[in-house]
């Protein structure tokens, strides 16, 4: 596909998504190039730390063949990031396991005392019970709000591309070169998606704020790998 500036990509205000250009090197603003950080290094743990804890999982969590991974009912909590991010674009592969949940979280607060927040779902579509109950619960979907539109999910033990792309109140998901999914924060949309969902009484759920990105334990086997981030300002 031909690289499209990200100026385009990111204030587009409708809800249709621009096209994904896979030349990511060309994309600036104000001319000047975005560049990628990396999450994670396929070797260390480094950057990362357990859901209200300050260290790293001593379990549940490994690191192999340059995979972040969790180990089937290893324990271990979810992750997240020792940094706060704004306005991003993160990109990441993952793979699930038969039969397997997991999700990618933002607008986390680590306050709230439970890793409550906006997820991009990951899921074996094909046979997990809890995809069975809808598109809201299916891959890419904002979990239990918002369905993604035709994603062409790859399936479990196969390696999927995702990204995640907040710019002001506008937030998008991606999948294997496609979006998915867009909304915008405090729109009547996403209002009458949050009073249909479990996070109805949830305060902070649909508001936006600094935040660091949660892989979560759902206590089945999943992978991920080429975490990388930048910062859109």
Not at 12 to 19: E, G, M, Q
Not at 59 to 86: E, Q, S
Not at 164 to 172: K, Q, T
């Amino acid at each position: 596909m031909n690289p499209r500036p990200i100026v385009a990509l990111l204030l587009c205000l409708s809800l249709s998504c621009p096209a994904w250009s896979a030349d990511t090197s060309k994309k600036a603003v104000a001319g000047k190039p975005i560049p990628w950080i990396a999450l994670f290094d396929g070797k260390s743990t480094a950057g990362w730390r357990g859901f209200g804890k300050p260290t790293f999982p001593e379990h549940g969590w490994i690191v192999k063949d340059g995979w972040l991974a969790h180990v089937a009912k290893g324990g271990g909590g979810d992750l997240i990031t020792d940094r706060l991010f704004t306005d991003f674009e993160l990109r990441f592969e993952w793979k699930i396991s038969t039969g397997g949940n997991s999700g990618v979280k933002y607008f986390i607060d680590e306050a709230r005392k439970a890793a409550i927040g906006h997820e991009y779902q990951l899921i074996d579509d094909a046979a997990h019970p809890d995809a069975k109950l809808g598109p809201k619960r299916q891959t890419a979907a904002l979990y239990d709000a918002l369905p993604a539109q035709s994603p062409r999910v790859k399936s479990a033990g196969q390696i999927n591309e995702s990204a995640i792309l907040v710019h002001g109140d506008s937030v998008e998901h991606w999948l294997n070169g496609d979006c998915v999914l867009k909304y915008r924060i405090g729109s009547p949309e996403l209002a009458a998606a949050k009073a249909a969902s479990k996070f109805k009484n949830e305060p902070k759920w649909g508001t936006r704020f600094a935040t660091p990105i949660l892989l979560q334990d759902h206590g089945d086997a999943s992978e991920f790998r080429n975490i990388r981030i930048r910062e859109l300002k």
